[in-house]
Each structure stands twice: as structure tokens, then as C-alpha cells.
């Protein structure tokens, strides 16, 4: 089977015979996991086309192109966004489409879990691994508490899954070992919300990514934090200060803000998937921000006090 996360309709389209809906499809859990990830993996692109503010201004550029065509039947030149998308920055070797990407599969990997997805791709026969390999590494998995993943494993499965997208997680674990299983994302997830994101991208690896991979070894060391909770604490954890390091490193002139900052100046408002779907966004910030809940920021949508 395979899917594609179209940009302009917000639409995932997939390959294959049609199926009776499946409320639980996109469970990590269902038998059927490898289908069940790929359609995980466009869903979270649908996810990032509404968080980063970049891939707005993509899609702002990219529906304005298909309108003029529309309407004047003039094939419009591709724009500076989509050149910025695709622009491998000679410096990192990498583009912002690869940036995105990785991102999407380092999400696909934490959702499905790192130990399930390189059995998956053993048990396909998608990845070679010496069979005393392959033994050794089950074994240390089950004297680990709960059997949980490491670190270690989510490198093993960006490596298996990642390919050529692998890049800019790969470059970050080579600066910070094990700890940029969570700077990363982090990293990634807000350069993508400026005007430049590779360039955002290595200002901040460069400029706050040891620090806030020492912060990551210190929430990791607090005893306080039960085995399990190791990861979602750790996350949330370094959110606010990857957000300050932030603020503190790109120029302000560089941010595009999160998606609904991009959505409300831009063409997007003539696209009816986009007016949906950001009409839904706002109603639902509304009816948050009469609860307790609407005392919390909701930054991944730009919709809190602090964005
Ligand atoms: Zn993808």
C-alpha cells in the first residue's frame, strides 16, 4: 500500500483497495501495523502542514500558483518558498523537505514504538542484521524495566527507516550521543516555524543544542522521575526551554510563527480545506479558553497566551 499527504487539499491519499472505515485504523497496536504506519506517517504530515508556520507559507505559495492557473491558465514559476524547501544547504547537506521528513519519521518511530519497528523490519526482511545481532539485542530488551526502548534503539530505527531523511537526525546524535533522541525534535520542530529552516536549524544546533542536551542528561538523572515516565517527562520538560533558547537565538524577522499565525494573512482563507479545518482550530481554542484548560498554552498550534 502506499500513501501520499497532499498538500493542497490536506488530503491523505492512499493507494489500494478501499476499505470499511476503521476508527482505530491509525492505532499503533492493530495487527495490520505496517499499513497502520503508513498511514501514521501521512497523518502526521497533515499534523505538521498545520503546526509550521513554513509549510503554510509552502502551501499559501503553492495554491496562489494553482489559482493563476485556474484562472489565467498561466503556469506560474515555482516561488522562493518552495526553492527554500527544496535548497540543500551546502553548509549541513541537507534541505527543509528533509528536515520535515526526518522529523515525520522520527514521530512515526516514538509513536509505534522504536523496539516494534525494528522487529517489523526484521521480520520483513527489510534490514539485514546478523542473526547473534539480532539475538543479542532481544535479549538486553527483556532485561530492561518494561521492556522499554532506548535511545540507542531509536537511532537503530531511524537508521532503517530514515534512509536518505535520516540526515539531520544523524547529524544531531553525532553532536549529542544519546541525547538527541530529544533535542532533536525539538530543534527541528521550531526551525520549521521561520522563514530558513536549515539555516534555523544549525543556528540552533550549533548555538543552544549542547546545553539543551545537558538538560536532557540531568532530567534523565532525576531520580523522581519513574522508568516509565522517563520519556513524556523529559519531553515536556525541554519544551519551554527550547522555546527560550529559541526566541533567545533566531532573529525575530526569521519567524513565521505556528500554523495558525502563517494561516490568517495568507490566500489559504480561499482554500475551503484550510478554512475548515483553521475555523475548527479557532472554535475549538474558543471553547478550551472557557475551561481550566484554557489556562494552558497550546503551542504546537500557536493558539496559547505565550505565542
Ligand atoms: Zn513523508
Same mark, same amino acid.
Given at each position: 500500500?502506499?500513501?501520499?499527504?497532499? *498538500?493542497?487539499?490536506?488530503?491523505?491519499?492512499?493507494?489500494?483497495?478501499p476499505q470499511p472505515t476503521d476508527s482505530l485504523a491509525l492505532s499503533p497496536g492493530r495487527s495490520s501495523t505496517t499499513r497502520s504506519r503508513i498511514l501514521f506517517h501521512e497523518a502526521v504530515h497533515y499534523w505538521q502542514e498545520l503546526s509550521h508556520g513554513f509549510l503554510i507559507k509552502l502551501a499559501d505559495e503553492e495554491w496562489t500558483r494553482l489559482r493563476t492557473y485556474e484562472e489565467k491558465g498561466e503556469v506560474a514559476g515555482i516561488g522562493p518558498v518552495r526553492r527554500e524547501f527544496d535548497w540543500q544547504d551546502?553548509?549541513?547537506?541537507f534541505s527543509a523537505r528533509t528536515l520535515h521528513e526526518c522529523l515525520a519519521r522520527y514521530w512515526e518511530i516514538i509513536a509505534?514504538?522504536?523496539?516494534?519497528?525494528?522487529?517489523?523490519?526484521?521480520?520483513?526482511d527489510r534490514t539485514a542484521a546478523h542473526p547473534d545481532f539480532q539475538q543479542a539485542w532481544k535479549e538486553a530488551r527483556h532485561s530492561t524495566p518494561e521492556n522499554a526502548s532506548s535511545s540507542d534503539d531509536v537511532y537503530m530505527a531511524m537508521l532503517m527507516i530514515g534512509g536518505e531523511y535520516a540526515?539531520?537526525?544523524?547529524?544531531?546524535?553525532?553532536?549529542?550521543?544519546?541525547?538527541?533522541?530529544f533535542v532533536f525534535p525539538w530543534l527541528a520542530h521550531l526551525a520549521l516555524t521561520t522563514d530558513r529552516p536549515t539555516t534555523s536549524y544549525a543556528m540552533l544546533t550549533n548555538e543552544c543544542g549542547h546545553e539543551l542536551a545537558n538538560e536532557v542528561s540531568e532530567i534523565l538523572d532525576d531520580p523522581a522521575i519513574p522508568f516509565t515516565e522517563r520519556y513524556d517527562s523529559t519531553m515536556i520538560?525541554?519544551?519551554? *526551554?527550547a522555546h527560550?533558547?529559541?526566541? *533567545?537565538?533566531?532573529?525575530?524577522?526569521?519567524?513565521?510563527?505556528?500554523?495558525?499565525?502563517?494561516?490568517?494573512?495568507s490566500h489559504l482563507r480561499t482554500n475551503p480545506a484550510y478554512a475548515a479545518t483553521f475555523d475548527?482550530?479557532?472554535?475549538?481554542?474558543s471553547a478550551l479558553a472557557t475551561t481550566r484548560a484554557g489556562a494552558i498554552d497550546c503551542p504546537a498550534m500557536g493558539l496559547g497566551r505565550g505565542f
Open positions: 500500500m502506499k500513501a501520499t499527504f497532499c *498538500r493542497a487539499s490536506l488530503l491523505v491519499q492512499v493507494n489500494g483497495e551546502p553548509g549541513i547537506g509505534f514504538g522504536p523496539a516494534q519497528v525494528i522487529s517489523l523490519e526484521w521480520q520483513l540526515a539531520p537526525f544523524l547529524a544531531a546524535w553525532q553532536q549529542f550521543g544519546p541525547d538527541a533522541a520538560l525541554l519544551g519551554p *526551554r527560550l533558547a529559541f526566541l *533567545r537565538t533566531l532573529p525575530h524577522d526569521s519567524m513565521t510563527g505556528y500554523g495558525l499565525t502563517a494561516y490568517s494573512p475548527a482550530v479557532v472554535t475549538a481554542a
